[in-house]
């Protein structure tokens, strides 16, 4: 058995036992692909039953204040063509959620605090097949193989709940952009600004040190502001203390704030949904990578030298957000569901500079299958046109199909085909030579505990 396979196996263990310790007894890439399970059932039937091992007290536990969950998601993969050759990957996380309601365990009317673990497992599929895309064919991949604290943060609300004041190590993703994950490839998944600007805007399951204010203007409008700390030390994966411990980095200081404002409508009745508006600023003064440099000089004044400023401009972004139900077919959650996601970029410092989803999914594919799903997609991803590369002024073009099976009420598998158009922008791989479209056929697997 793998290290990997140790780790997780360790990391399980101990989210398991520490449940039982609780009680006797919420996030695949940024945001679970499912709704939380629902009500533990009085009969406790195995396959109906929303946890694994049972409810284990959780119910109880919930009623006292204290909520917690353990979740596997898993992503197997496999190219069928396109890229350099065919092969597979699997990649996946374990994470585990605690919330504490201080209501009800301190008497603090609106008090909440969160915490959450992940740890990540696996290999990157478009690496291991030579996939030259903007965007992984397997999400769930990626920020490192290492166990990280993507929440630890403590909640006020205020006013009869319409202000609410948040502050902790959070994920940018928490908070605002698109949230759901019901997508393999990453194109259609958790925060937009964050596939196309990696290197700054951190998803899940990173964190930073940061503030959030969210407040509701009207019953359905609230407008939220956050001040992130924008320090690239919190991607390592060799120091513990830098990505686990709730301490700012040591090793360098912050490189500036990322401050992102957002509006949004959230619609309430049968036909409900969430439309958001906004935009970011970070105060760092980088370009990404494989864009031409420009530097900017103040001409210096009674005989002082020029001074350099090198790109100290910032960088900032808009996007919107749509998510809304079109259709009510049954007395749960079935029915249609759409969402359209836009995002552009700072072009002078982005070297992907807009991306584009949208997709539908539709609950209770069959009458005798009222949890069943269906999924379908397609995006694009924008390279910039002054980038120094063979694919400048290129659009990846991915287009995604699932069928979701709710095998167990504690288990559910998405059986899922992508075809890539246009890898990289236009299919060019790192030493200049043009590839084919790629074809990835895959298994989504999430298991709560």
């Known amino acids: 058995m793998s290290y990997r396979s140790v780790t997780s196996l360790r990391a399980c263990g101990m989210g398991i036992v520490l449940s039982a310790l609780l009680g006797g007894g919420a996030y695949a890439a940024d945001l679970p692909t499912k709704a939380p399970p629902v009500p533990y059932a009085a009969a406790d039937d195995f ?12 119910t109880r536990l919930k009623e006292q204040g204290i909520e917690i969950g353990l979740t596997l998601g898993d992503e197997a993969v496999g190219n069928v063509s396109g890229g350099d050759r065919n092969t597979a990957a699997n990649a996946g996380q374990l994470w585990f ?3 504490l309601d201080l209501a009800k365990l301190a008497g603090i009317p609106g008090g909440t605090v969160g915490l959450t673990l992940v740890d990540r497992f696996g290999k990157n599929l478009n690496t291991e097949a030579g996939i030259p895309a903007l965007q992984l064919t397997n999400e769930v991949f990626g920020r490192g193989n290492i166990l990280r604290l ?3 943060y403590y909640s006020q609300k205020l006013f009869d709940d319409r202000l609410e004041l948040k502050g902790g190590r959070l994920p940018v993703g928490s908070d605002f952009f698109f949230g759901l994950c019901e997508f393999i490839n990453l194109t259609f998944c958790g925060g937009q600004p964050g596939n196309i600007q990696g290197g700054y805007i951190y998803n899940w399951p990173v964190s930073q040190w940061a503030g959030v204010v969210h407040y509701k203007i009207a019953p359905e409008f609230t407008i ?9 030390n919190y991607l390592t994966t060799s120091e513990p203390s830098t990505y686990f411990l709730p301490g700012v980095p040591s090793s360098s200081p912050a490189s500036g704030v990322l401050v992102p404002v957002e509006l949004v409508w959230a619609p309430s009745g049968p036909l409900n949904g969430t439309w958001r508006i906004g935009g970011w600023y970070d105060s760092a003064s980088t370009i990404d990578g494989g864009l031409p440099g420009i530097v900017a000089t103040i001409p210096g004044i009674g005989g002082v030298p020029d001074q350099n400023l090198g790109d100290q401009r910032g960088r900032y972004g808009v996007y919107e ?14 029915g249609w ?3 359209l996601n836009t995002t552009v970029a700072d072009h002078r410092t982005s070297f992907q500079d807009y991306q584009i989803a949208w997709g539908v999914k539709h609950t209770g594919t069959f009458a005798w299958r009222p949890d069943d799903e269906v999924g379908f997609a397609v995006g694009t991803t924008h390279v910039n046109s002054a980038a120094l590369s063979p694919n400048a002024g290129g659009n990846e073009v991915p287009i995604e199909a699932w069928y979701g099976w709710q095998a167990t009420g504690w288990m559910n598998l998405k059986f899922d085909a992508q075809y890539v158009i246009n890898p ?15 074809v990835v056929l895959g298994m989504r697997t999430e298991i709560h505990f």
Do not use: H
């Open 224 to 232: 939220s502001v956050g001040v992130y700390d924008a320090n690239p």
């Open 97 to 99: 959620g605690a919330k």
């Open 150 to 152: 993507t929440q630890l």
């Open 47 to 58: 396959w109906t039953r929303p946890y694994l091992f049972g409810d284990l007290g959780r």
């Open 424 to 438: 990289g922008g236009r299919g060019y791989n790192a030493a200049g030579v043009k590839t084919s479209n790629a």
């Open 321 to 334: 957000s749509i998510l809304q139900r079109l259709t009510v077919d049954g007395p749960k959650a079935q």
């Open 337 to 339: 569901y759409t969402f």
